[in-house]
């Protein structure tokens, strides 16, 4: 047996690193009250509390007969009202999901099955389209919070989340009692009515797609608007309602927006409870605390609470709690991820100026609560089947947008922004996740010191071009009449998506839909099955019927390709249209709609097209730059060159090229791997595949193709119609999907093995293949249109003396602008010397504040699973800018 | 017999399934320690007047007909068993 680095043909260092291991240039401590509370952080396990969903199903039960709105407003006022405050030591911004510090809870009427046992679950997972094979390849993170294995005391729940055991037999029933009911299982029985449902459940079975998201992870990658409860505090929200109630009454057919309202007051006075339970909580607290200065603080707490309850904010500490109270409000109401505060310190910028003009606050002490509310962000978690939280990777994915312009067109950037960024550097933390939306009207200091905090190798802030977001906005949503303030004022929504503004009462804000639908199509998956003629050669199952077809063309072959891709991307949407607006009874999001302008004026949740845009139904795609890679080799090795045969391609692939599958030696990079058979032609096949041209270079041979795979895309993708009547979004990011989806590919014709890890984001260069310097990847990434896409995605990752000291912050602002000059969207960076992270693999305990940027979002090198390890270790480090 | 546990004390801040914090001596704690002098009973099912146990599963109760479960925190209308 033989291993091999594989270092023959990939180069996972572009220049020479320095001899000795070198840390992040910039290094800085978070603050005292903020330390504590990150090492708090540190110490707790993720763990699921049974509070909110027993409320919520007592009284839906109890509230049967009722409208379904109303109904669902009861249960949900019923389960906010029933949540335990919790207040830690060292707290100034409180308030957490539930009891715990990294809590989180199933909401069954969601998503009810994966709490249940195998064999319940098994009775329908062989009828069902389900995450059971995507579940089987997940290799989930073990380390940091994780609980990963049961104790006497604790259950260990989808291989993250510790459970209670006396907890355990309540939330089985029910789970139980949401059976057939569920969001889960109305989206199972409406899909089995598409004429193509039987190949959906083979696409399932294969893995040509990630999780379901129409119940699983249907709402997110969206922006809170602030401004409605700013503007109006809690009571006034509940008294516009009853004004629209009052006004429409008579009016018969106004029967579902009389329902919608009325469910509307009765969540947010759930949530009033809610936060007057913490305000009692400080009080209490106050009156045992034996500190004077502590005493203090709790008295403060337990006033500023008190008053958002009900009243609009009067002050930054007032407005920064009301926000966090939103979100989390949101996060309790349903399962999602991405309800990104947006362009928050241009929302809470008023309010910090007239504080600081008056001297009510100081820079050090708001510095101080905004490190306390990164380490907050931090906490959230999401309690999702083994199959999703492989996808988010333990993120919540909640993005601030920095800079940028303001309606009228001006820069947007702010005092505040600055002091945002800044607590990013101070403080190691994951969320929220930091976004420049680059404008060439920004000044050079602001744009210096988010290089500075990518200095720090935290991975933020991202940066993204503003021209291509208003660009798309405007194309894209157009057809919704959007205004040019409305596409200056965007957002991103969750890691990437582009999300056009809803300015309200002339304030920058967010009124859009979710972006929900198509999570992440294994494209490799699909050049598989043109390659076995439809059959998935992993697991065997036939996907599409067979044809026998004989390629004497590329040209042909291409076209296939094309057929297959167009006919996936058809049944996912045309289903998912389906499921979701079955589901649309069931689980309304009433109160980020209630945040969302304009629903309470329309009288319509999100669900109901009540929000201002609603073009936001989008697929994502995986692999595709491996799929235009592995395209390439064929073109050039097969049909240009005759190297070799597609049926001896075919058994090269089937044989691995002669490796031990990823799977089986638990590296799943390419820069370390072993080889079990040694056939000289296997080796002279692999040799070609690896030397055919990549994508990253600059090389129009394989970026072409990699054009017509984007294009195909966006056009098979356009062609079907949402639920709200507008065109389907394209997407291309990956998330985590880039692991298990690699694991459930086998090797392809690029020279990948088989359970190899595939290219992260959209337009990555797979690792070790870009070997013409940074800006060839610029180059080939630039090749598609970025404006017809909801997001794109490019990491790089640089060593730290690449751009060190002055000169190295305007080499690599400069590439950024290069970047964005020729139409890119999106770039980030991890800044790290990829021996460090190696070292880290090994010795885990000496990192437990190691921060990476994965694919969209930056996670805990600790929390992060092997096979994304892996492929971080492996992307191309870049010595020089 | 039910022995009281730091899960049970209103001092106590769960940081999660495992451990949490004494708000009294602001040290860290396993939910699970057996109580101190300061203990101060939560309002939890399994201390009300109205919670049933079940026979069959201790980690099961009803009240008023409906499934709740003993460690489920008191509600609005919890009244201390005698
Ligand atoms: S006061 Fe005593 S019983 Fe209560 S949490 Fe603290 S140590 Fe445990
Ligand atoms: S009345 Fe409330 S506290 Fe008492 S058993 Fe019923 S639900 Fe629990």
């Known amino acids: ?881 | 017999m039910m022995c009281d546990k730091c899960k049970d004390c209103t001092n106590l801040s769960a940081r999660d399934v495992f451990n949490g914090v004494c708000l009294i001596s602001k040290e860290t704690v396993s939910i699970d320690a057996p109580v101190c002098k300061k203990f101060v009973r939560a309002d939890k099912c399994k201390y009300c007047s109205k919670y049933i146990a079940s026979e069959k599963d201790s980690n099961l109760g009803t009240c008023d007909g409906d499934m709740v479960y003993p460690d489920l925190a008191g509600c609005e209308d919890f009244i201390l068993a005698e």
């Open chain 1, 1 to 881: 047996m033989e291993a091999t680095t594989n270092d023959q043909y990939l180069c996972f260092t572009c220049g020479t690193p320095p001899e000795e291991v070198e840390d992040r240039e910039v290094k800085k401590t978070a603050c005292p009250r903020a330390a504590k509370l990150l090492q708090e952080f540190y110490d707790a396990k993720i763990s699921l509390d049974t509070t909110f969903p027993y409320w919520y199903t007592r009284t839906w039960i109890k509230e049967e007969g009722q409208h379904p709105l109303v109904r669902r407003g009861l249960a949900m006022k019923s389960a906010f009202s029933h949540l335990e405050a919790a207040i830690r030591p060292d707290e100034i911004l409180v308030m957490s999901r539930n009891k715990y510090v990294r809590g989180a809870s199933i909401t069954p009427w969601t998503a009810n099955e994966f709490p249940l046992s195998d064999e319940e679950r098994a009775r329908k997972d062989s009828k069902k389209a389900s995450n059971k094979a995507l579940e089987e390849v997940t290799i989930l993170a073990t380390g940091g919070g994780v609980v990963s294995e049961s104790t006497p005391e604790v259950l260990s729940m989808a291989r993250r989340y510790g459970m209670r055991i006396e907890e355990h037999a309540a939330l089985i029933e029910i789970c139980r009692y949401w059976q057939n009911k569920s969001a889960e299982d109305t989206c199972w029985k409406w899909g089995t009515l598409h004429p193509e449902y039987d190949t959906l459940v083979n696409f399932k079975n294969a893995v040509l797609m990630a999780a379901d998201m129409e119940y699983g992870n249907r709402h997110g990658r969206s922006v809170t608007n602030y401004q409605i409860v700013f503007e109006k505090g809690f009571q006034g929200m509940i008294d516009r309602c009853k004004e629209l109630i009052a006004a429409n009454v008579g009016d018969g057919t106004a029967v579902d927006k009389v329902a919608y309202w009325q469910a509307t007051i009765y969540a947010i006075e759930g949530v009033q409870t809610w936060v007057r339970k913490y305000a009692s909580e400080a009080t209490r607290l106050a009156s045992i605390e034996e500190d004077a200065e502590q005493k203090v603080v709790y008295e403060a707490m337990a006033a500023r609470l008190e008053w958002i309850s009900s009243n609009p904010p009067r002050d930054f500490m007032e407005a920064l709690q009301l926000h966090w109270t939103c979100q989390l409000e949101v996060y309790n109401e349903m399962q999602g991820s991405g309800f990104s505060p947006g362009r928050l310190g241009q929302v809470l910028y008023p309010y910090w100026k007239e504080d600081i003009d008056k001297g009510s606050i100081t820079r050090e002490q708001t510095l101080e609560v905004l490190e306390c509310m990164r380490v907050k962000y931090t906490e959230l978690e999401i309690a999702t089947c083994a199959g999703t939280t492989g996808i988010l990777a333990g993120n919540t994915f909640n993005n601030i947008c920095l800079g940028g312009v303001k309606p009228d067109g001006s820069s947007a950037e702010n005092e505040l922004e600055y002091l945002f960024i800044q607590a990013a550097i101070n403080c190691p933390t994951v969320s929220p996740t930091l976004s420049i939306i680059y404008d060439g009207r920004l000044s050079n200091a602001f744009l210096q010191k988010g290089i500075e905090c990518n200095k720090t190798g935290c991975g933020m802030p991202a940066w993204v071009s503003n021209r291509v977001g208003i660009e798309y906005c405007m194309k894209n949503h157009s057809c919704e009449g959007i205004t040019l303030e409305d596409a200056r004022a965007w957002s991103v929504g969750g890691c990437l998506e582009i999300q056009p503004g809803a300015v309200y009462d002339n304030k920058i804000g967010a009124g859009s839909y979710s972006s929900s639908g198509i999570n992440f199509i294994n494209v490799p998956k699909i050049l598989e099955l043109v390659l076995f003629d439809g059959v998935d050669p992993r697991t065997n199952v036939r996907v599409f019927p067979a044809t026998g077809k004989k390629y004497e063309t590329f040209d042909e072959l291409m076209d296939t390709f094309k057929a297959y891709f167009g006919k996936v991307i058809q049944i996912f949407e045309e289903t998912y249209n389906m499921k979701v607006s079955a589901t649309f009874e069931l689980d309304q999001p009433l109160l980020f709609s209630a945040l969302s302008a304009d629903c309470i004026e329309k009288g319509a949740d999100i669900d109901h097209a009540g929000s201002r845009y609603n073009r936001c139904f989008t697929t994502w795609i995986t692999g595709q730059v491996n799929t235009a890679n592995s395209l390439a080799s064929i073109k050039k090795n097969v049909f240009d060159d005759n190297a070799f045969t597609l049926d001896e391609l075919k058994d090269v692939l089937l044989n691995n090229f002669g490796f031990i599958s990823a799977l089986d030696t638990g590296n799943f990079s390419m820069m370390e791997q072993t080889k079990n058979v040694s056939d000289p032609d296997w080796e002279r096949i692999h040799a070609l595949c690896m030397r055919a041209p990549k994508f990253g270079n600059d090389d129009a041979y394989v970026d072409d193709i990699y054009v017509q795979v984007a294009d195909c895309f966006l056009e098979s993708v356009e062609a079907i119609t949402d639920v709200f009547g507008n065109k389907w979004c394209a997407s291309m990011l990956s998330v985590g999907t880039h692991g298990p989806l690699g694991q459930a590919d086998i090797a392809s014709a690029d020279g990948r093995l088989a359970g190899v890890t595939l290219a992260d984001g959209g337009q990555s260069p797979y690792p070790g293949t870009d070997q013409n310097g940074p800006y060839a990847v610029l180059s080939s990434a630039t090749v598609i249109d970025h404006t017809n896409f909801k997001n794109t995605q490019l990491n790089m990752k640089l060593h730290p003396a690449s751009i060190k000291g002055n000169m190295g912050s305007a080499k690599m602002l400069d590439m950024i602008r290069s970047f964005m000059d020729n139409g890119g969207f999106h770039i980030q960076f991890n800044v790290v010397d990829s021996r460090m992270l190696k070292d880290a693999q090994e010795n885990p305990n000496n990192y437990r504040d190691l921060l990476v940027r994965v694919a969209g979002f930056t996670q805990y090198w600790c929390e992060v699973s092997k096979p994304i390890q892996d492929e971080l270790i492996a992307r191309t480090e870049y010595e020089e800018v």
